[in-house]
C-alpha cells in the first residue's frame, strides 16, 4: 500500500517550512508571495497531499466546512458558480456543503439554520430575497457571510456579482443604430432578485434617452409565457426581445423556433446567457455570458479572506464577455 504523503513531504519539495504550508491550507497568506502560493499548490496537486481535516479539526476547534446556499440550482449558473467555489476551496483544504434554496425564502432560511448546527465556519449565499432583514440573525450569529449574484436593500455584507452595466449598454448602442423602436425585457419577477432589477432599469433608461419604447414581461415562464410573447411581437414597431437571465433567453429561443420566427428579420433577440448555447441557434444569438465560474472562484477566494480578517462591506464586480452575432 502506497504511504500517505505528509506535510512535511510537500514542505520539502516545495522548499518552503512545514509553517509555511500549514498556513497556505489555512489560508493565512500573510507576506506570502504568489509565486510561493504557486509552487504549495502545484506540488500538493504533484504529490497528491490530503490533509488529515478530522485530526486537524479536533486539533484546532476548525471544521473547514463552507455553506455555500443557491436560489436554484437546476441551473447552468449555479452549476459553474459552484464548480469555481469548489476548485478554490479544494486547494486549501475546505469542504462545501452545498444547499438549494429552490427560490423559497422559508427554506432558505432552515437551510441556513441547517448549516449553522454543523458548525460551518462560513457561509457563501446567493438571497433568495433582496431583503436584509431575512438574514439578519446571521450577524447574530457572528459568521462570515458572502453574497454571489445579487445584494440585499440595504447593502450589509460584502458580494461578488456580475457586472450588469458596461455590456447592456455596448448592446444598447446596436440597438439604436439598427433603429428598433421598442425594447420588450422579459424577465422573472424583479422583486426577488436586485439583479433583475439593475438590468431592466439599465435597458429602460438607454432606451429611453434614445426615444425608444422600454417595456416591461414579467414572467414566472409559465403564465401563458408564449402567448404574451406573441402579442408583443405582433405589434408593427420594430421590436427587440431582452432576456434578463438564461433561463428566460432559452425559453424565449425555444418558442420563435417552434412558431418558426425569423431572428432577426422579425423580431431581435439578445440577453443575459447563462448556457452558452447561443451559438447554436438561428443565426447565432448576440448574448452577454457572465462569467458564473469565475464569479465562484472570486466568491470562495473572498471568503477565504474574510475569514482572516475583519469584514469589510465591498462589492466586487467580476465583467461580462460580450458575444457579437447576428440577432440584432
Known amino acids: 500500500m502506497k504511504k500517505k504523503v505528509t506535510i512535511n513531504q510537500v514542505a520539502e519539495q516545495a522548499g518552503v517550512s512545514k509553517t509555511t504550508i500549514s498556513r497556505f ?48 440550482i437546476s441551473n447552468m449558473y449555479s452549476s459553474l458558480l459552484l464548480k469555481g467555489i469548489g476548485e478554490v476551496l479544494g486547494k486549501h483544504g475546505y469542504q462545501m456543503i452545498i444547499m438549494d ?67 447592456i449598454k455596448q448592446i444598447m448602442q446596436a440597438v439604436i443604430r439598427e433603429k428598433y ?16 432589477e439593475i438590468r431592466y432599469e439599465t435597458v429602460k433608461s438607454l432606451a429611453e434617452e434614445a426615444g425608444m419604447e422600454a417595456f416591461l414581461l414579467e ?11 406573441q402579442e408583443q411581437i405582433q405589434q408593427p414597431k420594430k421590436t ?27 423580431v431581435g433577440v439578445t440577453g443575459f446567457d447563462d448556457w452558452n448555447l447561443t451559438a447554436l441557434v438561428g443565426p447565432g444569438i448576440t448574448s452577454i455570458e457572465q462569467q458564473s465560474q469565475a464569479i465562484g472562484q472570486t466568491a470562495a477566494e473572498k471568503i477565504l479572506q474574510l475569514l482572516q480578517k475583519e469584514e469589510t462591506i465591498e462589492e466586487t464586480v467580476v465583467p461580462t464577455k460580450l458575444r457579437w452575432r447576428h440577432s440584432i
Open 25 to 72: 491550507l489555512n489560508g493565512h497568506y500573510g507576506n506570502m508571495s504568489q509565486e510561493t502560493k504557486e509552487k504549495i499548490a502545484t506540488v500538493i496537486e504533484e504529490l497528491k497531499y490530503r490533509p488529515n481535516r478530522q485530526a486537524q479539526a479536533l486539533k484546532s476547534k476548525r471544521s473547514y466546512l463552507i455553506g455555500v446556499v443557491v436560489a436554484d
Open 181 to 196: 423602436q421598442k425594447v420588450v425585457v422579459v424577465s422573472e419577477p424583479l422583486k426577488e432578485a436586485t439583479t433583475r
Open 240 to 266: 427587440l426581445l431582452f432576456a434578463s437571465n438564461g433561463r428566460v433567453l432559452m425559453a424565449l429561443l425555444t418558442f420563435l423556433v417552434e412558431e418558426k420566427i425569423s431572428i432577426p428579420e422579425t
Open 219 to 229: 414572467t414566472t415562464l409559465e403564465d401563458a409565457f408564449n402567448q404574451r410573447i
Open 101 to 167: 434554496a429552490a427560490n423559497s425564502i422559508e427554506q432558505e432560511h432552515d437551510l441556513l439554520e441547517k448549516l449553522l448546527d454543523q458548525s460551518v465556519e462560513a457561509i457563501i449565499l446567493q438571497p433568495a430575497s433582496r431583503e436584509a432583514q431575512h438574514y439578519e440573525f446571521l450577524k447574530e450569529r457572528n459568521i462570515p457571510l458572502l453574497l454571489v449574484d445579487r445584494q440585499t436593500a440595504p447593502v450589509q455584507w460584502p458580494a461578488v456579482v456580475t457586472d450588469n452595466v458596461a455590456s
